[in-house]
C-alpha cells in the first residue's frame, strides 16, 4: 500500500511520541500546549507535540492511526496528488490556527481537533463519497455532522475539539476553493520554497530571475552581433550586385556598339 510522504512522517511521529510515553521516557505533562511555557521556558516543542499525542501504545491508538491513515492518505493521493507541499501546508495552517484557538479555549491536546479539520476538508473536496458510521453509509459532506452527533449522543464528549476542526476546515477550504471562485486570490497555496523542498520546482523565481536577466542580456549581445554581421553580409552583397549590374550594363552596351556598327558596314557595302 503507497503512504505518501506527508502522511508517514505524520503517523510515524504519532507512533514514536506513543512509543516514549508507554516506555515512561516522556510524560504527557511535557506534550501539551501551555503557552505559558513556550514564551517564557522556550519549550518550543509544545507547539508540534499536542498534535502527535494520542495516548500510550494500546488498542484505542491503533485503530486511531488506522482511521488517520485511510483519511490523510485518501486526501494526499487523491485530492493533493503531487501537491504534497499543500498538502503539508495544510496542516501547518490547521496547527497554526488551532494553537490561536486554543490559547482562548485551553484543551490541552490538539490531535482529534486537526483529525475533524482533515474530515471536514475531505467531506468538502470529495462530495460523492460516502462514509460508514455504524453500519450507515452516509454521504461525505454530512459525515463529519454526523461523527460529532456519536460523540456527543452516545459517548457524552465535549465538541470543542469537533468544532474547532470543523472551523478551521472550512475557513481553509473557503480560501482556498470558494474564494478563488468569487474572482479572488488562493492565499494559502505553499511557498516556493516548500514545492522546492519536495522536488515540485526545481528553481526559486529569484534564481529563475537571475537566469532570465543574465538570458536575455546574452540573447541581446548574440543578437546584435548577429545583426552587425547580417548588415555587413548585405553591404558586401548589394556591392556585389551592383558590380554585376555594371558589368551586365557595360557588356549590353558593348553590344549595341558592336551591332551598330556591323549594321553601319552593310549598309555601306549595300550602297
Known amino acids: 500500500m503507497e503512504i505518501p510522504i506527508v502522511t508517514k512522517y505524520?503517523?510515524?511521529?504519532i507512533l514514536f511520541t506513543a512509543l516514549l510515553c508507554h516506555l515512561d521516557l516522556v510524560t504527557p505533562y511535557k506534550l501539551y500546549f501551555n503557552p505559558d511555557l513556550v514564551v517564557r521556558k522556550l519549550q518550543f516543542w509544545r507547539l508540534?507535540?499536542?498534535f502527535l499525542y494520542?495516548?500510550?501504545f494500546n488498542l484505542e491508538l491503533l485503530i486511531s492511526v488506522y482511521v488517520l491513515?485511510?483519511?490523510f492518505r485518501h486526501l494526499e493521493l487523491m485530492s493533493f496528488r503531487n501537491r504534497n507541499a499543500d498538502f503539508l501546508y495544510m496542516l501547518i495552517f490547521f496547527c497554526s490556527s488551532l494553537l490561536v484557538i486554543d490559547y482562548f479555549v485551553r484543551t490541552a491536546f490538539l490531535s482529534s481537533a486537526l483529525e475533524f479539520a482533515v474530515l471536514y476538508v475531505w467531506s468538502r473536496l470529495n462530495p460523492n463519497m460516502h462514509l460508514m458510521l455504524i453500519l450507515f453509509p452516509v454521504r461525505a459532506p454530512y459525515a463529519p455532522y454526523g461523527l460529532m452527533a456519536i460523540h456527543y449522543l452516545l459517548m457524552g464528549r465535549s465538541l470543542n475539539y469537533e468544532l474547532m476542526g470543523i472551523f478551521v476546515g472550512h475557513l481553509y477550504y473557503y480560501l482556498t476553493e470558494i474564494y478563488p471562485r468569487l474572482g479572488g486570490k488562493n492565499y494559502l497555496e505553499a511557498p516556493i520554497i516548500l514545492k522546492r523542498l519536495?522536488?515540485?520546482i526545481s528553481e526559486t523565481l529569484e534564481d529563475i530571475t537571475v537566469i532570465d536577466h543574465s538570458r536575455v542580456e546574452n540573447l541581446s549581445r548574440r543578437n546584435l552581433a548577429a545583426s552587425n554581421t547580417d548588415y555587413r553580409n548585405e553591404?558586401?552583397?548589394?556591392?556585389?550586385?551592383?558590380?554585376?549590374?555594371g558589368n551586365s550594363n557595360g557588356t549590353t552596351a558593348n553590344d549595341n556598339n558592336l551591332n551598330s556598327g556591323n549594321e553601319e558596314e552593310e549598309i555601306r557595302l549595300r550602297e
Open 48 to 50: 508540534i507535540t499536542p
Open 198 to 200: 519536495f522536488g515540485e
Open 10 to 13: 505524520y503517523l510515524g511521529g
Open 69 to 71: 491513515l485511510n483519511q
Open 235 to 245: 553591404e558586401r552583397n548589394e556591392g556585389d550586385i551592383d558590380s554585376v549590374i
Open 54 to 56: 494520542y495516548g500510550s
